[in-house]
């Protein structure tokens, strides 16, 4: 049987895709690191790790423990900075058909605003702006934790830039739909969420913690349940496009996030256990799709039955 090339098509926030299955930040490099593994052309975009005004080398000491459902990381944002990724990464990405999205982090408002100016006109699909780092002026508060810092960061960002954003949510919150409303209020034209929990390790014969950083983000399958929680709750309250993620490792975890209501999901951690399971979950989402007799994916976008 004949596979309808349309099956699979989303459109997030502008941004036209073969399917919904993203690669997330910060777990699939800048893209070029998988071509080994898979052909990035059935991906249904790539958004490179986490990108900075200046180069940074990261945090110091032991980086990445493996938990008992997932990983904890503490990288600390290494990458080599916009002008290099502008200059010598995105080039080599254009040579693919797929979305290219950069995920932007900065210390303050004005760095944030400086990165959507300088990647406005390279040539990529959009721009996911990660509010989970410090924020230097406010005390070392992240954006992500406080509303009014979160919409601050969107507005600055639309401002410098006609691509589209989306804007990444930290679960590291008491009420993620009052953080969602906040920067759909601001102009952010999607949400992707979540992005990691803070936790850490203790190595028992040390008597230190395991990570140089002391905590880290964990995410990976034990990470699935709030996610999917807070992505039907954030999704029921919003009304720009949704991208989920948190612990999807088979199509089947993708599916129970575009119930909930993601338009799209994001594959991480998963990545790193099989660099294979992006085209993996673009499979099971065909094969899923037939089986149903449904005309596209999107058919079960919102679709979860709670009453």
Not at 181 to 187: P, Q, S, T
Not at 239 to 245: D, F, L, T, Y
């Amino acid at each position: 049987m004949s596979k309808p090339e349309h099956m699979l098509q989303t459109e997030v926030a502008g941004i036209r895709m073969k399917n919904p299955v993203m690669a997330a930040s910060g777990t699939f490099g800048f893209g070029v690191e998988y071509r080994e593994f898979l052909d990035l052309n059935q991906i249904g975009a790539i958004v490179v790790k986490g990108t900075t005004l200046k180069p940074r080398a990261g945090n110091c000491g032991r980086r990445i423990a493996e938990t008992p459902a997932g990983m904890l990381n503490a990288i600390g944002l290494e990458n080599p900075g916009v002008e290099a990724l502008i200059d010598n990464i995105l080039p080599t990405l254009r040579e693919y058909d797929v979305p290219v999205l950069v995920n932007i982090s900065g210390n303050t408002v004005e760095e944030y605003g400086e990165l959507a100016k300088r990647l406005d006109k390279t040539g990529i699909a959009g721009i996911e702006i990660n509010i989970s780092c410090p924020n230097v002026k406010e005390g070392g508060i992240a954006f992500g934790t406080n509303c009014d810092s979160a919409a601050s960061v969107v507005k600055t960002v639309k401002a410098n830039t006609a691509l589209p954003v989306i804007t990444k949510l930290s679960p590291n919150v008491t009420d993620i739909v009052a953080m969602a409303l906040a920067v759909e209020a601001a102009g952010s034209d999607a949400i992707s969420l979540i992005n990691t929990l803070v936790g850490m390790a203790v190595d028992i014969h040390s008597w230190r913690p395991v990570l140089g950083n002391v905590v880290g983000g964990l995410s990976g399958p034990a990470v699935k349940p709030v996610a999917l929680r807070m992505v039907w709750q954030v999704c029921q309250a919003v009304k720009i496009p949704v991208i989920g993620m948190g612990g999807i490792m088979t199509a089947e975890d993708a599916i129970e996030f575009m119930l909930a209501g993601a338009s799209a999901v994001m594959v991480g951690t998963a990545n790193f256990v099989d660099p294979q399971t992006i085209e993996k979950v673009v499979t099971g989402l065909e094969e899923y799709v037939v089986k149903r007799d449904l005309s596209c994916i999107q058919d079960v976008v919102g679709k979860l039955k709670v009453n």
